[in-house]
């Protein structure tokens, strides 16, 4: 047993994994925004579009999502991007349009509920796509607490179809810049 470095609590337990090096935890934001920006360069993208989108890159947080709001962002902004708020406001949300369509899917979402409906709109059309779509926009509440005769009920599905959307929101991943 090694003393953790600096912490001054002691010994460590060698077998507790909690104590994720910090090391590793840049690395995978490292190579998240590198994932991210690698496909911006392969873009059709115009130079002054690339510039707003890998912004909202390094705005990610360690989850893939974009915490904070787009008029909060403004404010912060590097002094070549600034201009007219409500045209830099608009030229954001186009930002964000375009890092929402980058891989992994559900990046760039504001909450969990646009992540998920994100990485649905990804799929391949189907009948249990489109009732998932259904669930995680209007019943997500109701599918937490596992309400599901109250979902059935307002969306007019049978336990099959249920099953098939409940097996295919629990396949999507909430925390796609985790991965």
Request: hydrophobic share 40%.
């Given at each position: 047993e090694w003393p953790s470095a600096g912490s001054g609590k002691g010994p460590r337990d060698p077998n507790d994994e909690s104590d994720v090096d910090a090391?590793?935890?840049?690395?995978?934001?490292?190579?998240?925004?590198?994932?991210?920006?690698?496909q911006l360069?392969?873009?059709?993208?115009?130079?002054?579009?690339?510039?707003?989108?890998?912004?909202?890159?390094e705005a990610l947080d360690d989850d893939g999502y974009l915490t904070q709001e787009?008029?909060?962002?403004?404010?912060?902004?590097?002094d070549d991007m600034v201009g007219e708020p409500d045209e830099i406001l608009e030229d954001l949300a186009i930002a964000l349009k375009h890092l929402q369509?980058?891989?992994?899917?559900g990046i760039g979402a504001r909450n969990p509920r646009e992540c998920l409906l994100l990485?649905?709109?990804?799929l391949p059309p189907s009948p249990a796509g489109v009732l998932a779509r259904a669930i995680v926009g209007d019943h997500l509440e109701?599918?937490?607490?596992?309400?599901?005769?109250?979902?059935?009920?307002?969306l007019g599905c049978d336990d099959e179809a249920l099953r098939d959307a409940q097996a295919l929101i629990r396949s999507l991943n909430p925390r796609p810049g985790a991965q």
């Amino acid at each position: 047993e090694w003393p953790s470095a600096g912490s001054g609590k002691g010994p460590r337990d060698p077998n507790d994994e909690s104590d994720v090096d910090a090391g590793e935890l840049q690395a995978a934001a490292t190579s998240l925004r590198d994932h991210l920006i690698s496909q911006l360069s392969l873009s059709q993208l115009s130079g002054r579009e690339r510039l707003r989108v890998a912004f909202l890159v390094e705005a990610l947080d360690d989850d893939g999502y974009l915490t904070q709001e787009l008029e909060e962002l403004v404010d912060v902004l590097p002094d070549d991007m600034v201009g007219e708020p409500d045209e830099i406001l608009e030229d954001l949300a186009i930002a964000l349009k375009h890092l929402q369509s980058l891989d992994p899917p559900g990046i760039g979402a504001r909450n969990p509920r646009e992540c998920l409906l994100l990485q649905l709109a990804s799929l391949p059309p189907s009948p249990a796509g489109v009732l998932a779509r259904a669930i995680v926009g209007d019943h997500l509440e109701q599918f937490a607490n596992r309400d599901y005769a109250r979902i059935r009920k307002a969306l007019g599905c049978d336990d099959e179809a249920l099953r098939d959307a409940q097996a295919l929101i629990r396949s999507l991943n909430p925390r796609p810049g985790a991965q």
